[in-house]
Each structure stands twice: as structure tokens, then as C-alpha cells.
């Protein structure tokens, strides 16, 4: 006999407890105002629109340098989480194991049209996760998925003895 | 060559170019120095910014704002007057961790300026002689009329 399902309680609570840890501790997260929604083990960075995000108030428009820590602020956690997720799938990441963050060797974006007075989207992909290094490509959008309005590609160093 | 604004005038928009721009502002940016297309700017140490939690180092994204605002005003001061700028790409090369509680410089130097794109490097420091971060970029420029 199989061992029955855990509940779906328990699998979306271990999960989202995982991804409130990994997010919640980080204060620039919390400047930005970011948010992360889950779908499985998908996520989405949400960057609800506010005006201390502007960088050209005639435009207006979203700073870059706003724009580009939305974006490297979701490939850090996207790789983070894309690491930790069979340990904790497994219940083996306690709620007191320490913070251990990928930590950013280099980070290019690419600006491809002006980020509007609306909530911004993100997702990163991370096209290859090795022991030490990772390399991690994310994209921006607002009103339409298709429409990117920036995009960026970075290298990760990841901690040592990771979990 | 196209009648040029006075210095004073360039460095009245510059000032204007980073006190207007709310995020800047909510950085807590100062710029410091400028000049035919040099720019200093300062970002003080905030507890806001932290990026890792367990070290208190600020967040990459941080950074790379002080150091995208850097090189536009840096742009923005070129002796060729833009009349607007905006970044097209800039990539950060992350040397070591900031050093908490210690003000961050930029430094920026729009080295090449074309009719339509401008090319921008940038150091940031802590105080200590090693780099923190070094940047490059290009910006797209509305030129004078």
C-alpha cells in the first residue's frame, strides 16, 4: 500500500511558509514594495505601482534603477527558491536554518521600452544552476505578457554548502 | 558646433534632472560633484536597503540604481547639452560586498557621446580603495534642438 497524499493544506502551508521566509527577511523586498505569487512551484514577481518608483516625472515613467532592482531582486529569489525546493519539499529545511542568499557576480539589463505608471510582472528563468555558479535570465512586463519592457541576464554565485 | 549653454546652466539641469526624480529621492541620492559629463554622486548606508539580512550588505538593486542615476546625470551633463536622457543597457560587475553603515560613491564618465547615443562608465566605492562595483552602459539622448 501507498502511503495516502499529504493534505493540500499541508503542501500549499510548508510551501508558502518556504517562500514567506525566503522573502519576508529581505528589507529591500519590502522597500520595493514586492510581492510573490505562487503557482505550484512557479513565481511571479508583482511590483505594485507607486510614485516614489518614478524616475521621469514629465513622462512619466518608472526608473531604471527601480526597474532593475525589481528584476534582480526576483532572479536572486527565483534561484533561491529553484535551490531550496527538494530539501524543503522534503521537510528537511528547518523554520530556523539561516538565510543562505545567492549572491550577484554580475547583472546586465536591457531596457527595451519606457515602464509605464502601472504594476510591473516578472518572471525568471534560471538556464543553468551549478554547485558555484549560476546564470539567470528574467523578464518584464506590464500590460501585456508579450510585451516585454525590460529584460536582464545575470551570474550568481551561489553559498557554499548550500542548505 | 551648436551654441553651447553656459556651465552654470548644465549643472542647474543636472541638479534639477536627480532632485526631480522620486526615486532618487527616496534612495536618499546626493549628487556632489558634476561636470562636463563627470558625475559624483552619494547613496548613504539605510537599513531599507539591506539585500541580505544575515550580512546587512546592501541589495545589488541599490546599487545599480545609484549607479544607472549616476551616468544619466553624468549624460545629462555632457558639454553637447542632451535634452533628455534614458537607458538603453547598463551592466554592473558586483567586486565585493558594501561594506555596512558606509556611504556608497558613484562616479560616472560619459566618455563617448554620439547624436543619438551616449557611452557611460562607472565606479563605486566605500571608502577603501578596492571597488565595490564598476558599471557600463549606453543611453539614448534627445539632442539639443
Given at each position: 500500500m501507498r502511503a495516502p497524499p499529504e493534505p493540500v493544506q499541508v503542501v500549499k502551508g510548508r510551501r508558502d511558509a518556504a517562500l514567506e521566509r525566503l522573502v519576508g527577511g529581505v528589507p529591500f523586498i519590502a522597500f520595493l514594495g514586492l510581492r510573490f505569487d505562487r503557482r505550484g512551484d512557479e513565481l511571479t514577481s508583482v511590483l505594485p505601482f507607486r510614485d516614489e518608483l518614478i524616475g521621469n516625472p514629465i513622462l512619466p515613467a518608472l526608473h531604471g534603477g527601480a526597474t532593475a532592482g525589481f528584476l534582480e531582486a526576483t532572479a536572486i529569489v527565483e534561484l533561491a527558491w529553484t535551490a531550496m525546493w527538494e530539501e524543503m519539499e522534503a521537510g528537511?529545511?528547518?523554520?530556523d536554518a539561516p538565510l543562505r542568499l545567492p549572491k550577484t557576480i554580475d547583472f546586465t539589463v536591457d531596457y527595451l521600452r519606457s515602464g509605464l505608471p502601472r504594476d510591473a510582472y516578472a518572471r525568471a528563468r534560471v538556464n543553468r544552476s551549478g554547485r558555484r555558479y549560476a546564470s539567470v535570465h528574467v523578464e518584464a512586463w506590464q500590460d501585456n505578457r508579450a510585451r516585454l519592457f525590460a529584460q536582464a541576464t545575470g551570474h550568481f554565485l551561489m553559498p557554499e554548502a548550500a542548505q | 558646433m551648436t551654441p553651447d549653454l553656459t556651465s552654470a546652466a548644465r549643472d542647474e539641469i543636472a541638479q534639477r534632472f536627480i532632485s526631480a526624480l522620486p526615486y532618487a529621492k527616496a534612495l536618499g541620492l546626493t549628487l556632489v560633484r558634476l561636470g562636463d559629463g563627470m558625475a559624483e554622486i552619494l547613496m548613504p548606508w539605510n537599513?531599507?536597503?539591506?539585500?541580505?539580512p544575515e550580512t546587512g550588505v546592501i541589495h545589488g538593486g541599490a546599487v545599480f540604481a545609484l549607479m544607472d542615476t549616476c551616468a544619466g546625470t553624468a549624460v545629462m551633463s555632457?558639454?553637447?547639452?542632451?535634452r533628455r536622457t534614458a537607458t538603453l543597457d547598463l551592466r554592473i560587475d558586483y567586486m565585493r560586498a558594501a561594506m555596512p553603515d558606509r556611504v556608497i560613491t558613484a562616479r560616472a564618465e560619459c566618455y563617448h557621446i554620439t547624436r543619438t547615443v551616449a557611452f557611460v562608465r562607472a565606479t563605486a566605492t566605500?571608502?577603501?580603495?578596492?571597488?565595490?562595483a564598476t558599471a557600463t552602459g549606453a543611453f539614448m539622448i534627445e539632442p539639443a534642438p
Open positions: 528537511r529545511i528547518g523554520p | 537599513v531599507q536597503l539591506v539585500g541580505d555632457h558639454a553637447s547639452a542632451p566605500d571608502g577603501d580603495d578596492r571597488p565595490i
